[in-house]
């Protein structure tokens, strides 16, 4: 046990213009824990997890990591130094549903890019670093290719890879699969199921729920800007207790668990 | 046409026009160099949160957009003067019209460009950890000068042509010698027609070399 959890959101409130998108939410992540968020479309699943590496700023609400409050508060208003977000997110890791790979860059200094101009490491230890992820995504053969020229898949690999070479204490995927090819799906999330079996503390929105079940310690159904329903996967999946859980499965339809 | 044209003259002066070269050049590659510096940061302020910001780098480039580059080059000589109670020289008001000029123009290419990079560049490299200086150096500037590297091309090509405008105000640039010259010795064709061919001959290879330039940079694509 440890004292605190490595993640601690408090009453996180976000609005757009007069757009309320997630209204007071609480949330604890523990180290080892793999949470999967599920959702209709503008549930606002996006956008919580993009608030949690402020790429979205919290109207409301506290965040924690590992105990300290990020953010200065000063007579009631909170300011995020941009020093303090650049640290947080580093320990974040962030997968895109677009990838954001930088296309002016190989596959190699894409990966590169962070631990040499963020973490200042020396190149040849950068790349060293850089070619260990990339072997572990099954791109090794990739290294001096330009992100244009790769097929989706390959391309969410590289970006699973230059946010592991970060080492980042918890990672966060963003829609990973969902702007591939259903035949490239299946190597992105080989990759994040083995990333699961290194036990490392994840959260994943995904429309894939059969993968959100295999993959998930803990599952969350968001709806009308909150947590609707909470819970294992059985519970949250298969035998889940409010209405609304349930007819947004039903919309699913049959996905083999 | 009974004339005969005779280039002894070009080659008889050949160094009042070198001369001319040379000052050109001095008014040129500063301007470019400072104007698109400038044009940067108007660009920054253009798409800054602050709409006080945002107000002042609009009205900026407007204004020298919108008015003839012939008239803030004298009005730059014969008006700011009145104004700061400082009388600049022709050089020194050539280039301080054309720096501004180029800032303006400058200053919406860039904005163009970077507005046109998709915002998953900026957050691609803010997720790893980039301060947003960072990002802008390191992912968002080399995309954007590629994909404006013909409008900068453009853009430096017009003022090494604008920098002939500063004869006006008796600047001793290559377009004031050559003018001098022709009236001098009343060889309007032999002189004129040198002094075109060496602004070709010192605009061309820049453009040539862009051009090298953005195929070497298009490899990425």
Known sequence: ?257 | MNYVPDFSIVTDNWIVLLRGLLVTIEIWIPSILIGLAGGFLLAQARLARSGWLRGVSLVYVELFRDTPVLIQLIWFFYAFPILVGLQLSPYAAALLALVLNTSAYASEIFRGGIRSIHRGQMEGALAIGMSRAQAMRRVILPQVVKRMLPAFTNRTIEVAKMSSLASVISVHELMYQGRLLSSTYYRPFEILTAVAFIYFVLIYPGTFLAGRLEKHLARSN
């Open chain 1, 1 to 257: 046990m440890t004292a605190h959890p490595i993640l601690d959101v408090r009453g996180l409130h976000k609005r757009f213009g007069d757009h309320h998108v997630l209204k007071g939410i609480d949330f604890t992540v523990e180290p080892g824990e793999r949470v999967a968020i599920i959702g209709g479309s503008g549930s606002g699943k996006s956008t919580f997890l993009r608030c949690l590496n402020f790429m979205e700023v919290l109207s409301e609400g506290e965040i924690r990591l590992d105990g300290t409050r990020i953010g200065l508060e000063r007579k009631g208003t909170v300011t995020y130094p941009e020093k303090q977000l650049c640290q947080v997110r580093e320990r974040l890791g962030m997968v895109f549903q677009q990838f954001n790979l930088f296309p002016h860059m190989s596959v190699l200094d894409n990966v590169m890019e962070g631990l040499v101009t963020v973490k200042g490491l020396p190149k040849p230890e950068a790349r060293r670093i850089a070619e260990a992820e990339l072997a572990k995504v099954g791109l090794t053969d990739k290294h001096s290719a330009w992100p244009g020229r790769l097929s989706g898949g390959q391309q969410q690999r590289v970006a699973i890879a230059r946010a592991l070479s970060m080492q980042p204490e918890i990672l966060l995927f963003d829609e990973p699969t969902s702007s591939l090819d259903p035949e490239l799906v299946g190597e992105v999330l080989r990759v994040i199921k083995q990333l699961a079996e290194e036990k490392r503390t994840m959260l994943l929105v995904t429309h894939e729920l059969g993968f959100a079940y295999h993959f998930a310690t803990k599952v969350i159904f968001l709806a009308d800007g909150v947590f609707h329903e909470v819970g294992t996967p059985d519970e949250v999946l298969k035998t889940p207790s409010k209405p609304r859980t349930q007819d947004f499965l039903r919309r699913f339809g049959e996905f083999a668990f």
